[in-house]
């Protein structure tokens, strides 16, 4: 008997949704959404969530609920990263989610985090040669490396887009001494992780990564679908939204609501990881954390 099941990834930025027909072997995509919760704004860097932030993620989460019971949805797995891990109020949110949705919020570990994007990332890749996989997010950013034999090295720095962003005041568009700012900061979380690393290839998990294919093509990203994305077209996406301003990002139909503010950050540390590692493929991923989830889920049942 097929069995629905749904996994919600709880991020700083957006929530995702995912809703999939289990069948013996296999699986089907059902139905998946996202939305731009902005969990992180306001508290991220005192660890709380704020009031607005609190009831927008119950605004979202009410949502999804009422789609998983259209869709006769059996089980929900909700997941939730570097905001509500860090958060001092973080028992009051998973207590007002079960009591009002009856949905359990499992508050994975930066790691745990890592090695599920790593999962779901390598569902679909084949790591012919040693590669980076890099997942940015609003609190955290993870960075795994990865070969044919599977994870070489992995951390989750909590260097997210919504951190940064709330640090200081930038300039728009950003100036070079937001840059220079930037990627000082990501210099003294990632430390040593990087040194002595010889990589050459990319791998960027969804989020904005899309947003830069979505940007040079003019076209939704291929859902299912890994991306060679040509180097000289990432640095040109790079760059449009490094020098682009708010008001401009704003009126970009390729660019959803909640990445529009903090892009430019994305894209600075995107560059600052081509320089640093002198990259010299980029691979675009559809899957990250939620997928790792799912197959964990799937081998659960």
């Known amino acids: 008997m097929d069995t629905r099941v749904a996994i919600i990834d709880l991020g700083t930025n957006t929530f995702n949704l995912l809703v999939i027909e289990k069948t013996i072997k296999a699986y089907q995509t059902i139905y998946t959404t996202k939305s731009g919760v902005g969990l992180g704004f306001g508290g991220i860097n005192e660890n709380i969530i704020t009031e607005k932030a609190f009831e927008r993620a119950l605004v979202t989460l009410r949502e999804f609920k009422t789609k998983c019971l259209e869709l006769e949805v059996d089980t929900i797995h909700a997941f939730g990263t570097s905001a509500i891990r860090n958060a001092t109020n973080q028992k009051a949110l998973l207590r007002a989610v079960k009591a009002e949705l009856n949905i359990t919020i499992n508050v994975v570990s930066g790691n745990e985090e890592a090695n599920l994007i790593y999962k779901g990332v390598a569902h679909g890749y084949n790591f012919s040669q040693r590669g980076l996989i890099m997942d940015i997010g609003g609190g955290s950013t ?51 992780f990087l040194n002595d690393q010889k990589i050459k290839v990319l791998i960027g ?70 320089k640093k590692l002198n990259i010299k493929k980029i691979v675009i991923s559809p899957f990250a954390m939620k997928e790792g989830i799912l197959l964990q889920v799937m081998n659960r049942r």
Not at 168 to 190: C, G, M, T, W
Not at 261 to 267: D, E, G, K, Q, V
């Open 142 to 192: 993870e960075l795994i490396i990865a070969d044919k034999d599977g994870v070489l090295k992995a951390a989750s720095f909590e260097m997210g887009v919504a951190r940064i962003y709330q640090l200081r005041e930038f300039a728009d568009p950003i100036s070079e001494e937001d840059e220079k700012f930037i990627e000082d900061y990501l210099e003294q979380h990632v430390g040593d």
């Open 205 to 274: 998990a969804s989020g904005s990564f899309e947003t830069c294919f979505e940007m040079i093509y003019d076209q939704p990203y291929p859902e299912t679908q890994f991306v060679d994305f040509k180097l000289s077209d990432m640095l040109q996406s790079i760059n449009e939204l490094k020098n682009s301003t708010l008001a401009e990002r704003n009126l970009h139909p390729r660019i959803i609501p909640i990445r529009r503010i903090m892009a430019p950050i994305a894209a600075v540390k995107i560059n600052w990881i081509i």
